[in-house]
């Protein structure tokens, strides 16, 4: 389905990420054996309930047009994966690793990791509701039309990301890298941001008066300027 522009009442002007909510037709039962120990891909196939101590995906496997509801598990290795029209839902996960993976219209809602390695992965027209994300990787990832919407993000790392079309609503972000970032309309005017850092990183970003007001001592640290 192909997605169209969409607008937050909460991020007036600009041009908002392209997300439509994921829509999945009829899906199979699929069983935690063939999510957890099988190397095949997984298309049109829903699966629930899903626990494991940790689960490794080899290769580049694929998750196709296919819903994942309630995942627990202390790791969860997918270097190279391939996400796509696909809904994760309330996955319970303390390290994702999935370097190098590929997400496009993919939703992933009211989810905990404690962080979420996605460097130099590539992701377009991904939504991320209602989530509670440690440390979240995206250092040399390709990124167009990202959204986050009443997320918690304890540390969001752009290193030498090249973004274009993000947006923040409803957000508290505790610590935001942008070093070396190439950034085209990101809206970061829905977030409540704590500390920054690449300061140079954040042209291309969108923010509101008062973010200023606030950021202005962090601001003045960084550059090394003394206020009396």
Known sequence: MAARSRVDPRLPGGRAPRVDPVRLGELDAGSPAQFGEDD????????????????????????????VTGLTAASWRAPGAMFSGSVL???DVLRFAAAGSGWRQVEIRESRLGSAELHDATLRSVHFVGCRIGYLNLRDAA???LAFTDCVI??????????ARVA??????GRLETTGARLSEVDLRGALLT????????????????QLIALAPVLA?????TVE
Request: charged share 25%.
């Open 89 to 91: 839902h309330g996955l």
């Open 143 to 145: 990124v167009t039309d």
């Open 168 to 173: 923040l609503a409803g957000c508290r972000v």
């Open 40 to 67: 095949a891909d997984l298309d049109g196939l829903s699966f629930t309930g899903l626990s494991y101590e940790d689960l490794t995906w080899g290769g580049r496997r694929r998750l196709g047009s296919s819903s």
């Open 154 to 163: 304890d540390d969001l790392d752009l290193m030498r990301t090249q973004a």
């Open 221 to 225: 640290d960084r550059l090394g300027i």
């Open 195 to 210: 500390d920054l850092s690449g300061l140079e990183g954040l042209r291309g970003t969108i923010i509101s008066p008062d």
